[in-house]
């Protein structure tokens, strides 16, 4: 202890000017509605730091590497290919089946693969959550955004297959960014609340990869929608995923959009992402207790 | 002076065997939601035993400045109360109100990962602690220094010795650059050196105006570090006050250790109408009471009693526990060559149990102790008859810097051999 400092003889070189409000005030919460968007602002830097953590750890030890972002709907699509469009005969109305299945299965692996990584992404982060404070929030949100790296990644093989179909770019190609957006904000809704579930119902774990399955298939991947009686419609199109489908192949391929299925997916998002947020803010204080 | 913290009431229920039921799954909801009216009709009126206080009414103030001491056993609540105040968790009841920005070294290292490189961990763990980039960025180089890591700065922190490990998370979170700082213990690890470098570096950040809160079991450090001291015991505030007098009713009064305690009246002494005891101690062999045991110190336990049964044959049973609760073992006197099964005049005896060093583990101890008639009957017991603290020694720990593991730590004999020079290849 010989280099210990007495605190007897320190003198308090400068006394730091206090606020008259409590920066923080610490005490049971009662509802979860109340939003620190003070505290967003304060970690936004470690938003970006865990988005880059998770991509540059995401493909470490593999053979690989990134071409796994592109191995997953490259190989799907050629398996769908030869299930949906060669032995089923899927009509995908003048889109060469390959193209037309890669373009759903872009936006898909995104979408499955963020909300796996970040419903299972508070669970994996136990050792953070009991000992340091920012806003939870920030680690299913990450999970999520560092997906997007593997979306762009696997988006020139997309353009490869439209040169090689010889199909051509329209002004709707710009609609992209705001689906891209859309699936990122649906993504982000499912994830958070997937991921706060999970840490006291560890069945999440287990049920997600057959729940995301059997979302894939109700959800116009393999087939257009236009195979669902338009009696149904309304009711598929409550699948959010349905007009961000839609909307992609359309985008691509510079048909019309389907404004009405494109903003009762807008719409659900919205509402989903809400009750996300609410449901994960209120079982956000036990995470330390029980995770 | 305006405080800088302000707690008021603050209490911290858990519900006992939280850690079992930590999750559950669907199934076992449904079940029990079923079964939930029957086990509420069978369970009324014991609703309170089931969950447990870790916290309690605490209550004190801390002025802008000031390195704050808290001590007390394991399971006293310190940690619950820096995890409140560091917002980790909630409390039940009360509030705690902050003035300034906090910073954690609850446990250093938090956020790190092993594939990225120490670089790489130090901006991260930087960012997970609250720091800004460019803030990273200014103390990257001192950090480094600090950490004496330039060498392998761009290696994954996988391959880093857990000396090197330690030194890059202490380094990083020590320049945090908040107005209070918690400390949980974290000069537990790390050679002598690094530690004194880490208090060094606490002393520092004390004579820079800041507020700390230090969590700690080592007394010395304590009170070389803390004016005022808060003593916590089963949850509750025990003593605030100055550090010097604190500490020493907290060693004395048997919280954290006993190593002596004498009782003159042979009417009111722990015991029975049979025998009763005069005092209790343990001590180095070769010292006294009060003088430090570490894991290479030879010990003697004496227990001094008055028999007041002429013709009992008496023996003592001794069982030792750690920290955790584990019985590290259960001596008898059944060797003890002159008074072992003879019968016992009335009068004052003296047993004494002899512990050789490089044996015990480093840690708090304490002694079960139980007197035998007849080698069957147990006459009384007496939890917690001595308590006494076992020190590490760095003579025994190589560059391995955690924690040890075992209920003991005996001092083995090894031998290697060099056998053949030729590597047969099969």
């Known amino acids: 202890m010989t280099n210990a400092v007495s605190s007897e003889e320190l003198p308090s070189l400068r006394t730091p000017k206090l606020p008259d409000e409590p920066l ?82 872009l936006p898909w692996t995104f979408f499955s693969n963020a909300i796996t990584t970040s419903g299972n992404s508070i669970v994996g982060s136990a050792h953070v959550i009991t000992k340091v404070y920012f806003p939870r929030l920030i680690i299913p949100v990450a999970a999520v955004c560092a997906g997007l790296v593997d979306l762009a990644v696997a988006f020139p093989m997309l353009l490869a297959l439209m040169l090689y179909y010889h199909i051509g770019f329209t002004l ?16 982000i809704a499912v994830g958070t609340w997937l991921s706060a579930t999970n840490v006291k119902y560890r069945d999440v774990k287990f049920a997600m990869p057959f729940l995301i399955q059997i979302w894939m298939y109700l959800s116009p991947v393999a087939y257009p929608s236009s195979v669902v009686p338009d009696r149904w419609r309304l009711l598929y199109s409550l699948n959010p995923f349905v007009g961000i489908i839609e909307g992609y192949r359309a985008a691509l391929f510079g048909q019309a959009f389907d404004w009405k299925s494109i903003g009762i997916s807008a719409v659900l998002i919205g509402a989903w992402l809400v009750y996300s947020f609410w449901h994960f803010r209120k079982t956000e204080k036990t995470f330390a207790d029980i995770v | 002076m305006k405080p800088i913290i302000r707690v008021t009431n603050v209490g911290k229920q858990y519900r006992i065997g939280a850690r079992q039921e930590a999750y559950t799954n669907l199934r076992e909801v449904v079940t029990a939601s079923l079964s939930a009216p029957f086990k509420r009709l069978r369970r009324r009126g014991r609703r309170d035993a089931e969950t447990v206080w870790a916290l309690k009414n605490v209550s004190f103030e801390v002025r802008p400045g000031e390195v704050i001491g808290i001590i007390g056993r394991n399971g006293a609540g310190k940690s619950t109360l820096l995890k409140i105040l560091s917002r980790i968790t909630e409390p039940t009841t009360g509030r705690a109100e902050l003035y300034g920005r906090i910073g954690s070294l609850l446990e250093v290292g938090t956020g790190f990962h092993p594939e990225l490189t120490g670089r790489e961990n130090i901006f991260l763990n930087g960012a997970v602690l609250g720091m800004k980039r460019s803030e990273i960025a200014r103390k990257f180089d001192e950090i480094v220094a600090f950490a004496e890591i330039d060498q392998v700065l761009d290696t994954p922190v996988k391959h880093y ?68 001291v808060i003593w916590l015991e089963r949850g509750e505030v025990a003593e605030e006050g100055q550090a010097v007098s604190v500490v020493q009713n907290y060693l004395g009064k048997g919280s954290a250790s006993a190593t002596e305690k004498v009782w003159d009246d042979p009417h009111t002494a722990p015991g029975d109408d049979k025998v009763r005891l005069h005092r209790v101690r343990v001590r180095p062999v070769t010292g006294s009471a009060s003088d430090p045991i570490n894991i ?131």
């Open chain 1, 24 to 105: 923080f005030v610490v005490e049971a919460r009662k509802s979860g509605m109340k939003f620190h968007l003070k505290d967003w602002w304060t970690y936004r830097e470690l938003l970006y730091f865990l988005i880059w953590r998770d991509v540059k750890i995401r493909y470490k030890q593999t053979l690989l590497g990134a071409a796994w972002a592109i191995i997953q709907p490259l190989f799907t699509m050629l398996i769908f290919t030869f299930i949906f469009g060669r032995v089923a005969k899927i009509d995908s109305h003048g889109i060469p089946y390959p193209l037309f299945a890669y373009s759903a299965l």
């Open chain 1, 172 to 187: 709707n190609f710009f609609f992209l960014f705001p689906l891209v957006l859309l699936t990122t904000l649906l993504a």
């Open chain 2, 161 to 228: 010795s857990s000396g090197m490990y330690m030194r890059l998370a202490f380094a990083v979170a020590a320049h945090l650059e908040p107005e209070i700082l918690l400390v949980d213990e974290v000069l537990a690890v790390g050679d002598a050196e690094f530690q004194a470098k880490c208090l060094g570096k606490m002393g520092a950040v004390a004579s820079e105006g800041r507020t700390v809160l230090f969590v700690s079991h080592n007394m010395a450090a304590v009170q070389s570090l803390c004016r005022r």
């Open chain 2, 296 to 426: 290479r110190t030879p010990i003697v336990m004496e227990f001094d009693y008055w028999n007041f049964e002429p013709g009992a044959r008496l023996n003592l049973s001794l069982h030792l526990y750690n920290e955790q609760g584990i019985t590290v073992f259960n001596a008898l006197p059944l060797r003890e060559p002159v008074w072992h099964g003879k019968p016992f005049p009335t009068g004052l005896f003296r047993s004494s149990c002899y512990v050789p060093g490089d044996l015990l583990n480093n840690g708090l101890h304490s002694v079960l102790l139980l007197v035998v008639k007849d080698q069957g009957t147990v006459i009384f017991s007496l939890n917690d008859a001595l308590v006494f603290n076992v020190r590490d020694s760095i003579e025994r720990r190589g560059d391995w810097h955690g924690k040890w593991e075992g209920a003991v730590r005996p001092d083995l004999k090894w031998k290697t051999e060099y056998l053949d020079a030729e590597v047969t290849t099969p």
